[in-house]
């Protein structure tokens, strides 16, 4: 089944203790970014990659790393979470670019800080 | 610059109830493309829609339908029959050929369809 996984689903964290939000697809996208979903702003885009060894950042991208060593995976790395980073977060890929390929999303992994 | 406007936070409605979600647009590329997704209460997000700004022929698909206009940049959208599996946030984006890296994201609307 084509689809993009992102694990773990649920996570409860401190401050300071870092973390990574794992995420993979199966579809041989080359694009793929990371958003996070807080309430009354909608999705903010994190990071974004075209491609292997390719990334960018996004809109706040301040307190995250990303990495794509392989085309298939693009972690999310929080070297020292802090609790303005607990939010809902996804994962997203499309074959190309977000321009004219419908994003493939993730089913979201909860963070929360403490 | 490139901007959703969602402005309809919250909608009710009563199911069988037809319901029009709305979408504002800003951009200075002539060529784009415009989607929406739907996020129910599980959480996923799902893609709905994506329309080429050189074609702005409506489109309908079962209950669901779209309303591009140009002349008012706009992409509404329309659930005829509303039910309450409709019940979601909807999402509206906007993604430019010369920043075909970005897409960028409307609030959202939530969609509550009462029984």
């Known amino acids: 089944e084509a689809q993009v996984t992102q694990n773990p689903r649920y996570l409860i964290t401190v401050t300071g203790k870092k973390l990574t939000v794992t995420c993979s697809q199966n579809m041989n996208h080359e694009y793929m970014s990371w958003y996070r979903q807080d309430p009354g702003l909608g999705l903010r885009q994190i990071y974004y990659s075209m491609n292997v060894e390719v990334t960018d950042k996004g809109d706040v991208p301040e307190g995250y790393k990303v990495s794509r060593k392989e085309k298939r995976n693009f972690p999310l790395i929080l070297e020292s979470p802090s609790p303005n980073q607990t939010s809902l977060y996804f994962c997203?890929?499309?074959?190309?670019?977000?321009?004219?390929?419908?994003?493939?999303f993730g089913n979201g992994t909860r963070l929360t800080v403490t | 610059a490139q901007k959703v406007t969602q402005a309809q936070t919250e909608i009710s409605v009563v199911e069988k109830e037809d319901v029009t979600l709305d979408c504002v647009y800003e951009t200075r590329d002539t060529t784009y493309y415009l989607f929406w997704y739907k996020q129910p209460p599980s959480g996923e997000l799902v893609f709905l829609i994506r329309?080429?700004?050189?074609?702005?022929q409506n489109e309908i698909s079962g209950r669901y339908s779209w309303n591009f206009q140009k002349s008012t940049s706009s992409f509404n959208f329309t659930i005829t029959a509303s039910q309450v599996v409709d019940s979601a946030v909807y999402f509206c984006a906007l993604s430019e050929a010369e920043r075909d890296d970005k897409i960028i994201f409307g609030k959202g609307t939530r969609l509550h369809i009462l029984p």
């Open positions: 997203a890929s499309s074959f190309y670019s977000s321009y004219n390929s419908p994003l493939h």
């Open positions: 329309r080429n700004s050189f074609d702005e």
